[in-house]
């Protein structure tokens, strides 16, 4: 036998043995959970409702799906468990995403169990809150229907937002970074880590002339600060690796740290995004912040006014919206 199969032999054996236990993993936490003492601890611990998949089974189709994510897709369906006045978000977790995370880690659907852990100990109006899950033929998180979409889409859309929509917007992201980064008493800290106008889901508001209600969402790889810092510390399960999105992160290295300036950067970008209209990468895939200041440096005395969106001129009702059209 050449060396060279050998290795090839060692290294499929190898591959498929970690299958094996990350399979193997998996049908244990499934089993598990299928038991009334993992439904009655999943519910006392994450306060949320354990459902039955095969009651909303059928709801699942192309026609309801409003999402997809990098561990599952989203689609809006009625549970009448939780009553039938009101549309909800059910995010089914992909099966082969969540055995690649065994695969990589041993850890398999970490993202789960993080989304669960984290939401079940916020309270804040600007962040999603997990009401029910189904762990029983499919992993699936589900949250209350946010019926306008996600920031990015409304960013892009023929119906801008409005200045003050999106003077509205930031502070109400920055309310609930500043109340995910302050220790309380039944609240550590919390780092989100991938925060984006995706992430961002917009309530359309009930009555005529108000404002959009902004709900954070995708917790899946946020991080519990104090807890997962001393198991990265002392080399136990937890990983600093890069978990944001390019254009968002830091570029100057802060996101390989468990730090809050991670956050602040990318909701810094969120409001670049909001001011400017512009993508967080530009077409030589500088950073909006980098391709800004080169912009305003070469500008002549350019004002600022004229980064602004061009479509702020569209959405009308904002004297600075007009004097930003003007300067442009």
């Not at 004229?306 to 004097?323: E, H, K, M, Q, Y």
Request: proline share 5%; hydrophobic share 40%; with cysteine.
């Amino acid at each position: 036998v050449k060396m060279g199969d050998a290795k090839v032999k060692v290294a499929v054996a190898a591959g498929v043995f970690i299958i094996g236990v990350a399979g193997g993993a998996y049908k244990l936490l499934s089993d598990w959970l299928k038991t009334e003492t993992g439904e009655r601890e999943m519910r006392d611990k994450y306060s949320v409702a354990v459902l039955k998949f095969e009651t909303f089974r059928t709801q699942m189709t192309k026609a309801n799906q409003v999402g997809t994510g990098a561990f599952g897709t989203v689609y809006r369906c009625i549970i009448p468990e939780l009553g039938n006045q009101s549309y909800f978000a059910a995010k089914v977790l992909d099966r082969s995403k969540q055995l690649k995370v065994a695969q990589e880690e041993c850890l398999g659907n970490r993202e789960f169990f993080r989304e669960l852990e984290v939401l079940a100990l916020c309270r804040h109006p600007n962040i999603i809150r997990t009401v029910a899950v189904s762990f029983d033929s499919e992993l699936v998180l589900i949250y209350p229907y946010v019926n306008g979409g996600d920031l990015d889409e409304r960013l892009g859309s023929s119906s801008p937002l409005s200045c003050m929509d999106r003077g509205s917007i930031a502070l109400q992201l920055l309310d609930a970074i500043l109340y995910l980064h302050s220790p309380l008493v039944d609240k550590p800290c919390i780092l989100h880590r991938d925060i984006k106008p995706q992430n961002v889901l917009l309530e359309t508001p009930p009555a005529r002339g108000g404002r959009p209600v902004a709900r954070l969402t995708d917790f899946g790889s946020a991080c519990i600060y104090d807890e997962d810092r001393a198991k990265a510390e002392n080399g136990n399960g937890f990983s600093v690796r890069f978990v944001g999105t390019r254009g968002y992160a830091d570029p100057t290295g802060v996101h390989e740290t468990l730090d809050e300036r991670s956050d602040a950067y990318s909701l810094g970008v969120v409001i670049l995004r909001l001011l400017t209209g512009r993508p967080a990468l530009d077409a030589q895939r500088r950073p909006l912040p980098a391709a800004l200041r080169r912009e305003l440096a070469a500008g002549g005395g350019r004002s600022y006014l004229a980064t602004a969106d061009p479509a702020l001129g569209r959405a009308g009702g904002d004297g600075w919206a007009a004097d930003a059209a003007e300067a442009q």
